[in-house]
């Protein structure tokens, strides 16, 4: 069962305008959030989390905002780099479960 | 080392045949986990260790898979009898604690194809 769902398996946008990458879960227990970073032939790397406490975190030009009422979480990058083309993965974790559930990932492409 | 460090990078077997994926953690890491990842899906969970306790196989997809770790060092990750649709980059990562509160440091993955 899909319990993280990322529906856009791909995203192209110019350099310089903003990224906006969506995540649905469907698990209410889920109550801490992450995006992870994947470039090809590289394990995921972690970019930033949020904690259901929360309904917004920020790094730089990284922005992760929670709607739990939607179950949706977004992850927003500006001003995007061609640095930041990669696979992203959104993963959702229960306080009371082991496992980290990962979404299908977007691929995103930063033009220049 | 200074990361997750995972071996091979790449095997290539015949059906039927038993494979061995291995996983070395970051040093003082008492976490592990393994996930596989299928062509165009996500992070599939198999199995998690924490120290010295029982792992939590709740995510090994059939008795074919199994995995053993000692003590807070090197995993080892085994399909017996393989199965085309055992086909799948298999990652492992490592975390101080648990997954709930902080994040994962994952290898490079062994891509696994059974031909």
């Known amino acids: 069962d899909q319990q993280v769902k990322q529906n856009s398996p791909s995203l192209s946008v110019q350099e310089g305008r903003i990224s906006i990458l969506n995540c649905d879960y469907t698990?209410?227990?889920?109550?801490?959030f992450l995006w992870y970073k994947k470039y090809p032939a590289e394990g995921p790397t972690f970019l930033i989390s949020?904690?259901?406490?929360?309904d917004k975190n920020e790094d730089g030009r990284f922005t992760v905002f929670l709607n739990k009422s939607a179950k949706h979480l977004s992850l927003h990058i500006v001003p995007s780099q061609p640095g930041d083309s990669a696979v992203y993965f959104c993963?959702?974790?229960?306080?009371?479960?082991?496992?980290?559930?990962f979404g299908a990932g977007t691929r995103l492409t930063v033009k220049p | 080392g200074a990361g997750v460090s995972q071996s091979p990078s790449n095997k290539v077997t015949e059906k039927g045949k038993d494979v061995e994926l291995r996983c070395d953690p970051i040093?003082?890491?008492?976490?592990l986990y393994w996930y596989r990842q299928r062509l165009g899906q996500g992070l599939e969970f198999l199995i998690y260790f924490q120290g010295n306790s029982a792992p939590d196989k709740s995510g090994l997809p059939s008795d074919r898979f199994s995995a053993e770790r000692t003590g807070e060092s090197v995993s080892t990750l085994t399909i017996q009898r393989t199965q085309q649709e055992d086909s799948a980059v298999y990652l492992c990562?490592?975390?101080?604690?648990?997954?709930?509160?902080?994040?994962?440091?994952f290898g490079e993955g062994s891509r696994l194809t059974v031909l």
């Open positions: 990562a490592s975390s101080l604690g648990r997954v709930d509160t902080g994040e994962l440091f």
């Open positions: 698990n209410s227990m889920f109550d801490y």
């Open positions: 949020i904690s259901s406490i929360k």
């Open positions: 993963a959702a974790s229960a306080a009371n479960n082991n496992d980290m559930r």
């Open positions: 040093s003082g890491h008492t976490a």
